[in-house]
């Protein structure tokens, strides 16, 4: 099966900077849920499961850049770094910053590339301390508010001298399957109040772009590019799109606020509750609960009041229900097991650090009734 994803692109060669290029590239729900731009947290390990297609758009847009030898470059939205690589491919004796609000992404990207420096710093905030050749960034500008993202645009390429270059790319694909049905199911959940205001604003049109960059750069070019990934199954699509720790950390942050008295974090020990074993046991918990609406939210068609969306894409994928529902009841049979794998860790870590049966028991209990 292939997946495709939409990128729309733009150029300005600037009168106070020299180029401009718009494009984007692959997102998921784990951006939707925290946003560079808003300093949450993502999972680097997650997003380069596909570091291939996540890249290929950030090497299209590099390509449309024409300065020959850019002294000073900053990777806005930096991500692990993979941008920042072929910048640092094709710009070898530049110097290259990266910055990230993500302390997760800025430390694998300050793993991979030692040698260039990063920094974890919202773009709302950034200042360049010094003057910049190109700024380029690989799908971020989607994140931020979109009353906000031409002034920030405009602010920067402000900051250039004549001659410089501004690209940036971002998503175009809010009305691909996958995206749609993120959002019907965050709309039609138990937990749509919470999820209101976690969608992110529409890209601004080709013409909206343009009159806003125009006056600031002597050429503008706009382009959009589709991208059609060769996926193996209906499951490599969910791990392209997931991110099921972020969502989990704002349903639990949640939790805290409306049960502070019950708060999990408050009756399970401190070095307890950040082990591996206890997240496992939360993930296969709700991963549980949503296959087993989705085939009980099944008949004869498909249905949008699915909420973990595996069956959806599985049938969409193959138009055959039968399949689907057995391909998620073997999946929940393996989140069964996992889940006592880690139910069995967990108690052996707990007796090894001196606590009770109790102080883990309650919590196990709960999630596996």
């Known amino acids: 099966m292939a997946c495709r994803i939409k990128h729309l692109a733009a150029g300005a060669r600037g009168l106070l900077s020299s180029k401009s290029l718009l494009s984007p590239r692959p997102y998921s729900l784990q951006k939707m849920a925290h946003s560079t731009s808003a300093g949450g947290d993502w999972s680097a ?168 960059l125009k006056p600031l750069c002597s050429d503008v070019q706009i382009f959009k590019t589709d991208y059609f990934h060769p996926l193996a199954d209906h499951q490599a699509v969910i791990e392209w799109v997931k991110d099921q720790e972020a969502y989990l950390a704002v349903y639990l942050e949640s939790l805290e606020k409306a049960y502070p008295k019950f708060s999990m974090n408050r009756r399970i020990p401190k070095d307890l509750k950040e082990l591996q074993s206890m997240k496992v046991i939360w993930n296969q918990t709700v991963l549980i609960i949503f296959l087993v609406n989705d085939i009980a939210s099944f008949r004869k068609e498909l249905r949008s009041d699915c909420l973990h969306n595996f069956i959806p894409v599985a049938y969409s994928a193959s138009r055959n229900l039968q399949s689907a529902i057995h391909d998620a009841v073997d999946l929940i049979q393996k989140s069964v097991k996992t889940f006592d794998r880690a139910a069995e860790d967990l108690q052996a870590n707990a007796k090894a650090r001196g606590y009770t049966e109790d102080d883990v028991g309650w919590f196990i209990q709960l999630c596996r009734y």
């Open 45 to 212: 390990s997650q997003y380069l499961k596909f570091e291939d297609e996540r890249t290929r758009p950030a090497r299209d847009l590099l390509s449309r850049v024409a300065l020959q030898n850019p002294k000073n470059i900053v990777d806005l939205g930096c991500g692990p770094g993979n941008s920042t690589a072929i910048l640092q491919e094709r710009y070898p004796a530049a110097q290259i910053v990266g910055i990230d609000s993500s302390p997760n992404m800025i430390k694998k990207a300050r793993s991979t590339l030692p040698e260039r420096q990063f920094t974890v710093q919202g773009l709302q905030s950034y200042s360049p301390s010094e003057t910049v050749d190109l700024f380029y960034s690989n799908a971020l500008f989607q994140w931020i508010k979109g009353d906000e993202r031409f002034e920030i645009m405009k602010r920067l390429i402000r900051s250039q001298e004549s001659g410089g270059t501004f690209a940036f790319q971002v998503p175009y694909n809010l009305s691909e399957p996958s995206h749609v049905l993120m959002r019907e199911t965050a709309n039609k959940g138990p937990w749509a109040s919470a999820l209101s205001d976690v969608d992110r604003d529409e890209i601004q049109s080709p013409q909206e772009i343009y009159d806003n």
